[in-house]
């Protein structure tokens, strides 16, 4: 039996979670969305675990989504000899010139840009900030010259960061590229961009999806990077949803301000009715040990209590020993805080006069008017899922039931906090499909007799318009 949180979870498929009962089990647990993390993904593999998750929808029912996550462009230093330590004060000198083995004397970086795009005085983060430098020179063509300032072991193929440097590469590099266009063809629900900067990087991305597919993908933007906040914005206006990715966020700024830019985020997401994802080291113990620590659960807790719409567990599950386990507990301090009353949503009502504002204010009423008569569910009727994304948004304590013909739209919107989606393919007047609807929902349990219950559709149905109808109907 499924479970009845309205936080949504995110599980990231890997070796631990390959065969068909651990997935099933998963879903069962709590997992609504499945991510493909393709910094590690084998074609022929995630072919067959999408037809996999596809098929146990097909069988019982679900509507587990699919989201593809692509890399972007991550810095990593080359091959290192065995051992390699660097101490405080010593200078190292990085080249993009040759591919060496590399030494506490001289080392490779994979960024062509590496030496143009840097300046003296800026840092550089290795292996998630374990290892600082500041650069003291570069030549502009090919060798940087840095002192470390906390050093370390230097261990092959690490991560690089740049916190002070705008960097001239794109969010999508070939492999990314070739990524996305193999995501499309298997039609994930949700693509997620890495190390998005600027509006640019998203719109790169919608032209690829607008070429290889006859249908809109929506895309998340991953906020990693001290200048996609400056410009957030601008892309909160060209993505579908937001990532709060906080692996990378805690290196390119200080860890400590990592929380208020999630809280900021999340409202930032709420208000402009995105969903946003909490992603990172939310439960990483369980990878190893059965018992979370206090804090992570606390972390899970507050990710929720903000007003996230989903939280991601990375190698928890595709590592970790215990991916079925970790998904229970993960549902179980959800279920725990997700309906205190401590949790405020930001309440700005629909201003902008535009073609949507009709709908965008009834789906604001029926959450309101939800809240105010008790109602036990918000069913709405829709072909682009527009209305689901925007009742979700305010939060109401009413089931966010979605009847709908779209397939396509039906595992896409399992991603959003509270919404449930029903394959409803008749066309019968808006009376007859309003009994209809109130009967399903009523034989699935969720509503009884003299209960309230609020239908949205488009008038005339056939023509699957925009919403402009709300209607109270009181259960027989």
Same mark, same amino acid.
């Given at each position: 039996m499924l479970t009845n949180k309205k936080t949504k979870?995110?599980?990231?498929?890997?070796?631990?979670?390959?065969?068909?009962?651990?997935?099933?089990?998963?879903?069962?647990?709590?997992?609504?969305?499945?991510?493909?993390?393709?910094?590690?993904?084998?074609?022929?593999?995630?072919?067959?675990?999408?037809?996999?998750?596809?098929?146990?929808?097909?069988?019982?029912?679900?509507?587990?989504?699919?989201?593809?996550?692509?890399?972007?462009?991550?810095?990593?230093?080359?091959?290192?000899?065995?051992?390699?330590v660097v101490h405080d004060g010593d200078l190292i000198t990085f080249t993009t010139a040759e591919d060496i083995l590399g030494t506490a004397k001289k080392v490779f970086m994979k960024y062509k840009n590496f030496?143009?795009?840097?300046?003296?005085?800026?840092?550089?983060?290795?292996?998630?900030?374990?290892?600082?430098?500041?650069?003291?020179e570069t030549d502009k063509i090919s060798e940087v010259v840095a002192r470390v300032i906390q050093g370390g072991e230097l261990k092959s193929k690490k991560g690089v960061n740049l916190p002070n440097?705008?960097?001239?590469?794109?969010?999508?590099?070939?492999?990314?590229?070739?990524?996305?266009?193999?995501?499309?063809?298997?039609?994930?629900?949700?693509? $997620?961009?890495?190390?998005?900067?600027?509006?640019?990087d998203l719109q790169d991305l919608q032209e690829l999806i607008a070429k290889h597919s006859d249908y809109k993908?929506?895309?998340? #933007?991953?906020?990693?990077?001290?200048e996609a906040l400056e410009n957030i914005d601008k892309i909160v206006a060209y993505c579908d949803g937001l990532m709060v990715a906080r692996g990378d966020l805690g290196v390119e700024l200080p860890a400590h301000e990592v929380p208020l830019v999630q809280k900021e985020l999340i409202r930032r $997401?709420?208000?402009?009715?995105?969903?946003?994802?909490? #992603?990172?080291?939310?439960?990483?113990?369980?990878?190893?040990?059965?018992?979370?620590?206090? $804090?992570?659960?606390?972390?899970?807790?507050?990710?929720?209590?903000?007003? #996230?719409?989903?939280?991601?567990?990375?190698?928890?599950?595709?590592?970790?020993?215990?991916?079925?386990?970790?998904?229970?507990?993960?549902?179980?301090?959800?279920?725990?805080?997700?309906?205190?009353?401590?949790?405020?949503?930001?309440?700005?009502?629909?201003?902008?006069?535009?073609?949507?504002?009709?709908?965008?204010?009834?789906?604001?009423? $029926?959450?309101?008017m939800a809240n105010a008569i008790q109602a036990k569910a918000i069913c709405t009727l829709t072909n682009s899922g527009y209305t689901a994304f925007q009742i979700s948004a305010w939060r109401p304590n009413a089931h966010i039931l979605v009847f709908t013909s779209n397939k396509r739209i039906l595992t896409q919107l399992n991603l959003l906090?509270?919404?449930?989606?029903?394959?409803?393919?008749?066309?019968?007047?808006?009376?007859?499909?309003?009994?209809d609807i109130n009967e399903i929902v009523k034989a699935k349990g969720f509503v009884e007799k003299g209960d309230f219950l609020i239908n949205l559709a488009a008038m005339p149905i056939k023509d699957k318009g925009m919403v402009n109808t709300l209607r109270v109907s009181e259960i027989e």
């Open positions: 979870i995110v599980a990231t498929l890997g070796p631990a979670c390959s065969t068909r009962e651990i997935i099933k089990d998963m879903i069962d647990s709590g997992v609504n969305v499945f991510r493909v993390n393709f910094s590690h993904a084998d074609y022929n593999d995630v072919k067959e675990k999408i037809s996999l998750i596809r098929g146990l929808n097909e069988e019982f029912g679900y509507t587990t989504a699919i989201l593809g996550d692509l890399q972007g462009p991550k810095l990593r230093v080359g091959v290192m000899e065995e051992g390699v030496p143009n795009d840097v300046n003296p005085g800026e840092r550089i983060l290795l292996d998630d900030g374990k290892l600082i430098f500041e650069i003291v440097t705008k960097i001239s590469l794109p969010a999508m590099t070939e492999k990314d590229i070739a990524d996305a266009i193999f995501a499309i063809e298997q039609h994930v629900d949700w693509i $997620a961009l890495s190390f998005v900067k600027t509006p640019e993908i929506p895309i998340i #933007a991953k906020i990693e990077m001290p $997401a709420k208000t402009a009715r995105i969903p946003v994802i909490v #992603a990172t080291q939310m439960m990483e113990t369980m990878i190893t040990s059965l018992t979370p620590t206090r $804090a992570e659960v606390n972390d899970v807790a507050n990710s929720v209590m903000d007003g #996230a719409d989903a939280v991601m567990l990375s190698g928890e599950t595709a590592t970790g020993n215990y991916p079925v386990q970790v998904i229970q507990k993960m549902t179980q301090i959800i279920q725990a805080v997700e309906d205190s009353p401590l949790i405020h949503v930001p309440q700005n009502t629909p201003q902008i006069k535009t073609k949507r504002f009709i709908t965008k204010t009834i789906c604001h009423h $029926a959450a309101t906090w509270g919404v449930r989606s029903f394959l409803y393919e008749k066309t019968v007047s808006t009376d007859d499909t309003v009994t």
